[in-house]
């Protein structure tokens, strides 16, 4: 009987452990597929004036499509999961257009020369542990200092 009770308290302690980082994994798809959608908005908005980046961001996505389409596809597994195909799309719907309204009118505390270059850098690395670490700093609120990709 103690055997029983101290393998289901293992499990559920295994449970607990593993839900965190499922949860993790899915949030960190999640913000790489908001970061491209970020970066594909701000790109359009940018594209009139002298600093334009959307080469930079065609060059960003050829660059990291693998781990782009990677993400979208775990993103969207995930979803199903919890909410069948048909609220799996509209999930995936009310994140793009989400995303698409919160930067149409620009980001929140970087400008288009600065997206640009921050594009270009991306572009030229292959490493996501990278895209992740813009997609958290760029995502989130104005670093006070010292971000990779504060202010430049």
């Not at 979803?79 to 799309?89: D, F």
């Amino acid at each position: 009987m103690h055997f029983k009770k101290t393998m289901a308290a293992a499990a559920t302690a295994a449970a607990i452990l593993m839900t965190p980082s499922t949860a993790s994994a899915s949030a960190q798809h999640e913000q790489i597929r908001k970061l491209d959608i970020m970066l594909m908005v701000t790109s359009l908005r940018c594209r009139m004036g002298k600093d334009d980046f959307q080469p930079h961001y065609r060059k960003f996505s050829a660059a990291h499509i693998g781990a782009l389409n990677h993400s979208a596809r775990t993103l969207e597994k995930g979803l199903v999961a919890r909410h069948g195909k048909k609220g799996a799309k509209r999930a995936l719907d009310r994140i793009s257009v989400g995303m698409a309204n919160q930067y149409g009118q620009g980001h929140p505390w970087l400008d288009c020369a600065e997206l640009k270059e921050i594009t270009h850098d991306l572009s030229k690395t292959k490493d996501s542990a990278v895209l992740h670490q813009a997609a958290d700093e760029l995502l989130g609120p104005a670093p006070r200092s010292g971000g990779r990709w504060a202010r430049r």
